[in-house]
């Protein structure tokens, strides 16, 4: 891992740099990604079914997937994959309840009234990569928060398989999918965004996919919903000299694995924590599968920072605003209060991230490139809508004349104020 | 206004397609704006300064509007109209701070711990057109929120002006702006998003602009947060035999007297009130100073769908999603749990929708073009962040170890398993 010196506003500057290089996409597909959607929203399902034969290489009998072959694959699944898919939606339900929003309601004055109502979006769609990323812990982590909101419909699309992964029908239907589509890609994202006979338009769409999926998504956007759009992960890890090498290394590891773009960071106070770290991760690295890809994401992307002191480390991470942070210390809860950004934060030397990609509860689907600076994990309130409300009887509205009407004529919108006052009868 | 006929999913989708047209700018600036933001990345207040010359036609001393231009507007503010927006600001507060959200925590299970933390974004940056579009009640809309939910540094920028309008900067001092420079258009936005060395770099960026401003302010999304980017300003509005043909056209004249491409919606059980308001709007139109604007709009936008009853009203209303909607009906509250979408609600007779523009507290800046199928008005969730907390102890990732590492490896994710597993004595 390279070590970065400097002031912390010169190191998140370079750190924030990098992060966009990481970020970008070398693959410009705007042209062909606008011409698959314009065939979609054209041609509906037969439109689905040529670019099925053309990218999947399937004929498809029927666009959903069947009762059949959901039951099938928990027929398939094994228990243990079963079982723990189990525990972790349980542990996911149970943290994003504590999301849910209730509505208010006041009365600030005599004879007016107002509020604000919380409604769920009425139909959201859910892409799942297929292949080698189909991840079940993302359908989880995607489904059960709308599934919490009172979302009404949730459809999930899925590129066509010869044989899909069990663990990922079993983990939609666990989590409340109503209906499941395959069809995927760009094609896929703009049959949810403008419907086919087959496949309803939805309001939002939510989930991780490739740079198709990605353009596609920002295509669509403004008339549907859409959650963000995720660069490469990372995770900042703060540790001091109570730190376990071992454990920290490890953890940088998880990350790493992930994508040769995927970035660790490790902030220190103690040069020796750092060494130990080093060591750990070439040890550890030569027993990974992944290697092949956690070796050129730590060696490219790793970074070790050696701060002066414990301020400065949650200083420098806050600017750096880590899509994942750990705080590796003792007594890392009373910390809690110096984090301004990040996505997720896992406290003291034994709340391995993994714990939070699959189990814990909170959600994995989080804010990366330092956009938690305004931006949040993915959760219930993503698929609620706040509908305000007023109500003035006549006696408030005729006291609320005079400001009303001022402020409408200094802004020279004459009908504003003619709406007010022709509420009152001198007029 | 034209009538429409026909089932509400066929007139529901003829208003949306309509409504997409009206949303469509002609103009493209895309690559204006790009380079414009290079410009300003590259020269900083250089540029600033020589985009002002150029479109602003003023040359500027200094790019900050100074505490003595601040103080002489409140000298030269009207009375009513410093009285009104104080008013205004007291109604603004009072709602906005409903919604402000406190964290959560729970244990779930022995040496474990979860919550989530509100923070606030630490620096927004606010655009307030200049000019006949200069609203004072856009900065109180814009800034409350901000202040309430706790933002460290709020930074205001209008375009230069030889004289500001005065309500402008006394709205802005009065909701706790904390700098205000004068520069505007997409250099502006690209300032505030790239910082300058005058103006400092922003976290998150609101407010109205012309075709220059969103676009600029869609370009730098992703390296700052945006707020939503509007279309035309719309209304609907439900009403039955009990509504008064006189306030309704008034309530649809005041959308309509916003811009040509504003659209005013009536959808009623009751023929005859529908004859009435278009003989109401006829004769309240001739004695409107915007009638150029006001005129075209309700010619060619606005429309009126016969219903058959209630439900039928309720449902089409719902399926348009309006900005704004009106229910015009005695005992219009009962109603509410009817509305699945719309941005703001104005019960009753006397509500009119002016009411929302500038007073009673709801926010007036909203989900356009049937965006509020799946989002919200402006308001403090805004600008807060949700950052995720989890802790969990020795016992606890040991006790989850199996069913952490059964996924992590049905994944093919080794080195999340082994981040886990390292954890365990046993390895």
């Known amino acids: 891992m390279k070590r970065l010196t400097g002031t912390n506003e010169e190191i998140s500057a370079i750190l924030y740099q990098e992060q966009l290089e990481l970020s970008k996409e070398n693959l410009n597909v705007e042209e062909t990604v ?99 990323a189909a991840y079940p812990s993302s359908v989880l982590m995607n489904v059960i928060p709308a599934k919490i909101a009172g979302v009404k419909e949730i459809i999930m699309i899925t590129p066509p398989q010869e044989h899909f992964v069990p663990a990922i029908l079993v983990a939609a239907k666990l989590a409340g999918v109503d209906k499941i589509y395959q069809v995927g890609g760009a094609q896929g994202v703009a049959a949810l965004a403008y419907g086919t006979e087959t496949i309803p338009q939805v309001d939002k769409i939510t989930g991780p996919g490739n740079i198709f999926v990605a353009t596609a998504k920002k295509q669509v956007f403004g008339i549907v919903g859409i959650d963000m759009i995720a660069g490469p992960s990372e995770i900042g890890v703060i540790a001091d000299a109570s730190a376990n ?80 942070l750990e705080i590796a210390m003792d007594n890392a809860y009373d910390y809690l209060d110096k984090v301004q950004n990040a996505g997720s934060i896992f406290l003291g030397h034994y709340t391995s991230e993994p714990i939070g990609d699959y189990y814990a509860g909170a959600n994995h689907v989080l804010p990366t490139t330092a956009t938690s600076r305004f931006s949040s994990a993915l959760g219930v309130h993503d698929f609620i ?38 509420r009152n009868d001198k007029n």
Chains 1, 2 share one sequence.
């Open 34 to 132: 606008r011409d698959i959607i314009e065939e979609v929203k054209k041609r509906g399902d037969e439109a689905l079914r040529d670019y099925s034969l053309q990218f999947d290489k399937i004929e498809l009998d029927s666009l959903e997937v069947s009762q059949d072959l959901i039951d099938q694959a928990f027929d398939e699944v094994e228990p243990a994959v079963l079982s723990a898919l189990e525990n972790a939606k349980a542990n996911i339900e149970s943290y994003h309840r504590q999301q849910l929003e209730t509505g208010f309601e006041d009365q600030p004055s005599a004879g007016v009234i107002r509020g604000q109502l919380i409604r769920p979006i009425d139909k959201v769609g859910v892409y799942v990569p297929g292949g080698t």
């Open 245 to 324: 090498a071992k454990y920290v290394a490890a953890d940088l590891l998880s990350q790493a694995e992930h994508d040769v773009r995927a970035r660790a960071i490790l902030v220190t106070d103690s040069e020796e924590l750092a060494d130990s770290v080093e060591i750990e991760i070439e040890r550890q690295l030569k027993e990974l599968p992944r290697e092949t890809i956690a070796r050129p994401s730590v060696e490219n992307n790793g970074r070790i920072i050696i701060a002066e002191n414990i301020e400065d480390m949650f200083d420098l991470m806050n600017k750096v605003a880590p899509e994942h």
């Open 385 to 422: 809508k706040r509908i305000q409300y007023t109500q003035y009887d006549k006696v408030a509205v005729n006291a609320a004349e005079k400001d009303i009407t001022t402020l409408a004529y200094a802004e020279g919108l004459q009908a504003h104020a003619k709406a007010i006052e022709v």
